[in-house]
Every structure is written in C-alpha cells, then in structure tokens.
C-alpha cells in the first residue's frame, strides 16, 4: 500500500487472531509496529513472526485502565517519536444469553472493554495525531452493530458494536479538520478458536458457509487487507466511513 513506510502504527488486541494478521500485514507494509495486549507470551510470539525487529515492540497493556494506556502511549514516543495509526482491534465478545439474564457486571464489563477501551485509546492519540495534522483511526466493530441475528442474543455486545460505529463518525468530523481520518470495519464470522470446532464438523462447516454469498467464513488476512487500506494514502479521502467485511452477508437479508 502507498505511504505506508516508516509510519507507526499501534494494534491492540495484538496478541489475538485479527490483531496478529493486521500487526504482520502493516509491518509487511513498512510500518513500526506496536503491539498492545494484555498477554506477554502471545505478543511476544506475533512479535517473532516480524522480521525487522527494529520495527517492532510489544507493549503489556489493559485498554480498561487508562494509567496502562497512557503507559504503552509513553513507550511508543520514548520509541518510535508519533504515532500515525491506531488499530483498535481490542474486544471481548460474551456467550449469547438472553438479555433479561444479562447482569450489571456483564454489561458494564462488555462496554468497559469493547467501548470504553476504543474511547481511552483514541482519546490517548489524538492530541499527538492533531499535532502532526494527520493520523488515520481503523476501529473494528461487527455486523452484530448493524444488526440482530436470530437466534444469537448478543443484545449487549450488539450495543458495544454499534456505539463504535458511531464513535467513528463522531471523530471523523470533529477531527477531520486537523487530517485525523477515523474508519470502521464490521466483519462478519471470522476463523478464530472460538469457531474452530465448528469448522471441524463437515456438516456444520457447510451449514455455516452457505449462509455467505460467497460461501466462506472470513479469514483474519481479509481484515488484515481492508485495515491496510484504509491506513495507506489510497484511502486519504476516506473518513467516516463503514464498512461490510461479511462476505456478502448483510447484503442478502
């Protein structure tokens, strides 16, 4: 992608399957990369699959504690000297439940991570983003911020996902007069551990896939690819915007 080289770029939720593939496809790209999560092990491994080790670090970090935040926003510039990018990637998602059991705490750890987590790491980079006029936001949401599926009770998960989505809007246009981009993507059922087990039984496998246009589940590269573009100078008019990774799916129904 154009312009990327030599730009830094934060990732969180590094350690996981999406954080992984985004964190290795913007260094491919040219990007310093740095990689935020909360377990050490798992970031060290992503970090070991980058070859340029001057253009990576790792970064323990708790997006629900702003003093960690503010921490690995410190390590980046004693580092790198900006930050270009941000990648919130970073979530949790719940078992499905039907609202009424949905408890307080349940609710209040899905927005504390998913909504609140992408606010205190926007919020960390703005001010050195307005500084260098420029800066492109990617916040990775759902379809399940679009929309409810049957038979799937993520109502509070749902919430969390849909805010994000306005949140992007929100700082698009607060933001856009200083060259501040913010994006989103809303991917549908990505290949994760999670869906693992599902994909090993054939019957289930087929049931699953048939439900696309395209007769696939998404793979983390498909993410990794559209969050590339929209931090690369190609998408340098983009901003506001929300995009479908899904497959074809929301288009169907």
Request: charged share 20%.
């Amino acid at each position: 992608m154009s312009g990327m080289k030599g730009k830094v770029a934060l990732v969180t939720g590094a350690g996981g399957g999406v954080g992984r593939s985004i964190s290795k496809r913007l260094a491919s790209d040219g990007c310093k990369v740095v990689l935020i999560g909360r377990n050490r092990d798992r970031l060290a491994k992503v970090a070991s699959e980058i070859p340029d080790k001057n253009n990576v670090i790792t970064v323990v970090a708790d997006i629900t504690k702003e003093a960690e935040v503010l921490l690995a926003i410190e390590q980046t510039i004693s580092t790198f000297d900006k930050v270009d990018i941000l990648v919130n990637n970073a979530g949790m998602i719940n078992d499905p439940a039907p609202f009424h059991e949905t408890s307080d705490d349940q609710w209040n750890e899905l927005m504390d991570t998913n909504l609140l987590g992408t606010f205190r790491m926007t919020k960390a980079v703005l001010p050195l983003m307005m500084k260098n006029n420029s800066g492109s936001i990617v916040n990775i949401s759902s379809v399940l911020g679009i929309r409810s599926i049957p038979k799937v009770p993520l109502s509070v998960y749902g919430v969390t996902k849909a805010g994000i989505i306005m949140f992007t809007k929100s700082i698009a246009v607060e933001y856009g007069q200083y060259g501040v981009r913010s994006n989103c993507l809303c991917p549908s059922t990505i290949r994760s551990s999670i869906i693992e087990p599902y994909l090993q039984d054939e019957n289930a496998k087929k049931i699953l896939e048939s439900t696309f246009p395209l007769r696939r589940i998404g793979e983390p590269e498909d993410i990794a690819g559209a969050t590339a573009y929209l931090c690369s100078d190609d998408a340098r008019w983009i901003t506001g915007s929300v995009i479908m990774i899904d497959g074809g799916l929301s288009a169907k129904q």
